[in-house]
Nanobody
Framework: QVQLVESGGGLVQAGGSLRLSCAASGNIFWFNSMGWYRQAPGKGRELVAA???????KYGDSVKGRFTFSRDTAKNTVFLQMNSLKPEDTAVYYC??????????WGQGTQVTVSS
């Protein structure tokens, strides 16, 4: 089972930036996908950004142009650079990994709060 450890959440004012990190226990180069999802209070979990093997990087419509997904395969870590943050970006952000074999894994979640 892949283990994921997230970091980098916090409180920021609207217009500010945060960078999230997610370190995986396996070799992410061979994962089928890896990315970030978020869940706001009272809402379902939604895609923020993910890299999918054979397809590339996908972004949720609400974050396109503001958020950037990247990865460091040498460190088995993915990042989410979040710029121009809005109050509606407030949510718990979860890292997700789908390995080539085995089951999908989720991180523990990290809170991002954007004040107006």
């Amino acid at each position: 089972q892949v283990q994921l450890v997230e970091s980098g959440g916090g409180l920021v004012q609207a217009g500010g930036s945060l960078r999230l990190s997610c370190a995986a226990s396996g070799n992410i180069f061979w994962f089928n996908s890896m990315g970030w999802y978020r869940q706001a209070p009272g809402k379902g979990r939604e895609l923020v950004a993910a890299i999918v093997r054979g397809i590339g990087t996908k972004y949720g419509d609400s974050v396109k142009g503001r958020f950037t997904f990247s990865r460091d395969t040498a460190k088995n870590t993915v990042f989410l650079q979040m710029n121009s943050l809005k109050p509606e970006d407030t949510a718990v952000y979860y890292c997700n990994a789908v390995p080539a074999t085995g089951t999908s894994a989720w991180g523990q979640g990290t809170q991002v709060t954007v004040s107006s």
